[in-house]
């Protein structure tokens, strides 16, 4: 891909949705296509997952934390929820 | 500020079609000419001038303008004589030869910073005219000019 192509698709890429399409000489590509000529959609599907699981995590610690003000054995219980 | 640079190559690029404006669209569909060496876009806009009496300075009206795009390439054979396949299109089957030969009416699109969406480009229509093939044994490769004599306005836009 020309320099000058990748330039225009990567600005074009900030604003694109799904559905829209990129043309290199005329010939339109789609959005995954063009992620794909730029080499990065691999690591954008793997990214979305992992995302999910650390929201997931914060909420439960935000649980244990709150049980844990109201007892004398916070130590343990910390200990009990992490196994 | 945005300079328009072609140094990166094949970035004025013209593409000629004779069936309809969205056929030049394409570079599948299209003659792309090749080799190009240089090319101009001339929009001159006529100018009426007229004195008065009362004034010490001449006047003027602007009047239609002469549209014409100009280029030089080298001659590639199968762009300056057709592939001859009846399926494709006029421009790419008769090639620049056939098209000012046949005086066929030709759509064009001369993009001026590559072909890619974004890209700007002048749209018209026009007539293929002034080839003139030359050779010499210093120069031993046949280049030509080629005037596209435009018909009507020419309009820019940018690659969908």
Known sequence: MKQTT???????????????????????????????????????????????????????????KSDLGHTEESGDRISKGSE | MSVINVSAGSEAVLHIAAANAVTANSAVTSLVVPQMQDITINNQVGVFRFKTLDSTAESAVTIPATNQLTLNCVVDQTAFFGTGTPSDDDAKENGLFGLSKNKTQVYFNAYLNGTDSGSVYIRGTGFIAGLSPTVNMDSPVWVTPVSLEISGDIEHDLVP
């Open chain 1, 6 to 64: 990748k330039i225009k698709a990567l600005k074009w890429l900030e604003t694109a949705k799904s559905k829209d399409t990129f043309s290199i000489n005329t010939i339109p590509h789609s959005k995954h296509q063009i992620e794909q000529l730029l080499g990065f959609p691999a690591s954008i599907k793997e990214e979305s997952p992992k995302l999910k699981d650390i929201k997931e995590e914060k909420h439960g610690d935000m649980g244990t």
